[in-house]
């Protein structure tokens, strides 16, 4: 895939026809309705005059904001009209809904979550949710923010209150001074990962039984707060339901433009399969839509921008020694030795030393899995002189997917994990290495009593069927 280039503003007519997007014209009818009542309406918005709007950290505009009244009013009059008819397409109930649809399903071909449709399918609803807000305000300029958790790690004050703020949600389990714990929001792990399978997911399953390998971003950050928010945002039926699921997926989508927009050598799949495959969701009327990949990758081609990429350094970077999670016991660690054959041992070696590739998938078969969220820090622990060392790998939290968690039990879990030299070497001197789940304690809950099981846990450099 080429790195974006182009600028174009959406919904010029000739966009439209080359993007293929004759399908919606209602849409472009709605918004040019708009335009007749945007004069003599008075925002602070309405001093924009490009039909693209530029999406900002949240917790940068003041919450008293015109912006942010006018994101409130947009959200109430959704949820007023899902009161009024609980099937408005154009409601916050069928949004919500949407999600439910492609993230809580048991039929594999619409499953969205645990492969690599994961972020433009996610960009798509964020797009489908812009819409409606902009078409519930006749505001075409209203645009959709992101939470940037890398530099605001609490939820910002603009999703608290009580019911009166139609963006608070109170299913939430966190409060308003938790503080996102900071091995949960590490994307630097993501961003050294050049292959999008390894980033962004693979290849969905064609059949039941078929192993999924979800990507670093979902396995990682994208989970971690989701379940640490917990509460609707833990699920995947109901995370739509709440409007922080917004500032935190526009971060994400966020994330995903900077991770191939900035490192030159990361790329995106050119697999037709990828490229041409649609995607469905509906928009600012509430119609059904629909949109191929390669119509998703331009942010711009949909009406919008960010105001920056710019991520917090300290989670872009490796963490310090003295800055990762520390090694402590729980009687509910899950351990298990990690088996290795020679064969795997010498490949990842190599690809180490020689092509400087540092991310490896850690395969856990005939796992079982709580049937709720897990969220755990992973350790490799081994000898080392006479010395135990524990190396610290990365924070993961695992979802659950209604009906599909008992595929993931026949044919286990992968993890995308970053190693560095020290695991590197130590698995070159065939050293016995322990796998250690240690999972986190999270606020206003009690760590999962059921256990992880994991049986035969091994360690190779690329999925076997690729
Ligand atoms: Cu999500």
């Known amino acids: 895939m ?105 039929i594999y071909s619409n499953q969205v979550h645990y492969n690599w449709y994961v972020w433009p399918w996610h960009r798509l609803y964020l797009w489908s949710m812009e819409q409606k807000i902009q078409n519930a305000v006749n505001e075409p300029q209203l645009a959709l923010h992101y939470w940037d958790w890398t530099k605001s790690t609490v939820i910002p004050e603009h999703y608290w209150g009580d019911e009166t703020n139609p963006l608070f949600n109170v299913t939430r389990l966190v409060g308003p001074q938790d503080e996102i714990p900071k091995d949960f929001i590490n994307v630097g792990a993501g961003f050294r990962a050049s292959r999008y399978r390894t980033f962004g997911g693979y290849p969905a399953i064609k059949k039941r039984g078929d192993a999924q390998l979800d990507g670093l971003a979902e396995q990682s950050f994208h989970n971690n707060i989701h379940n640490w928010i917990g509460g609707q945002m833990a699920t995947f039926t109901e995370s739509g339901f709440d409007p922080i699921f917004y500032g935190h997926h526009g971060n994400c989508d966020r994330i995903w433009d900077a991770w191939w927009t900035y490192s030159p050598n990361n790329k995106l799949p050119d697999e037709e399969e990828w490229l041409e495959k649609k995607l469905y969701a509906t928009d600012g009327n509430g119609r059904p839509v629909e949109f191929k990949i390669k119509e998703l990758l331009n942010s711009e081609d949909l009406g919008y921008r960010f105001a920056d990429l710019d991520l917090n350094p ?148 690329h999925y076997e069927n690729e």
Not at 408 to 434: F, P, R, S, T, Y
């Open 314 to 461: 300290n989670y872009c970077n490796p963490f310090l020694e003295e800055d990762k999670p520390k090694r402590n016991e729980t009687k509910q660690d899950c351990i298990a030795p990690l088996n290795l054959k020679t064969s795997d041992t010498d490949a990842i070696y190599k690809d180490f030393i020689d092509k400087e590739r540092t991310h490896v998938i850690l395969h856990f078969e005939r796992a079982q899995l709580p049937y709720q969220p897990y969220c755990a820090r992973v350790f490799f622990e081994y000898d080392k002189e006479g010395t135990k060392q524990s190396k610290y790998t990365g924070t993961f939290t695992i979802l659950p997917i209604l009906d599909l968690d008992s595929v993931l039990l026949q044919n286990g879990v992968h993890l995308q994990i970053e190693i560095e030299k020290e695991i590197a070497d130590a698995i070159d001197a065939k050293k016995d290495i322990q796998v250690i789940f240690q999972p986190v304690p999270l606020p206003n809950r009690n760590i999962p009593d059921e256990l992880l099981k994991l049986e035969n846990i091994s360690l190779v450099t």
């Open 2 to 106: 080429q790195k974006k280039t182009s600028r174009r503003a959406f919904l010029q007519t000739a966009g439209m026809t080359t993007l293929g997007l004759s399908s919606l014209p209602i849409l472009s009818s709605a918004l040019l309705g708009c335009e007749d009542t945007k004069s003599t309406k008075k925002t602070a918005l309405s001093t924009a005059s490009s039909s693209l709007v530029t999406r900002k950290n949240i917790a940068d505009i003041p919450v008293d904001d015109p912006e942010i009244k006018l994101f409130k009013d947009a959200i109430r009059i959704l949820k007023e009209r899902s009161e009024i008819s609980p099937l408005d397409p154009m409601g916050w109930l069928a949004q919500g809904m949407l999600h439910a649809t492609f993230c809580a399903t048991s």
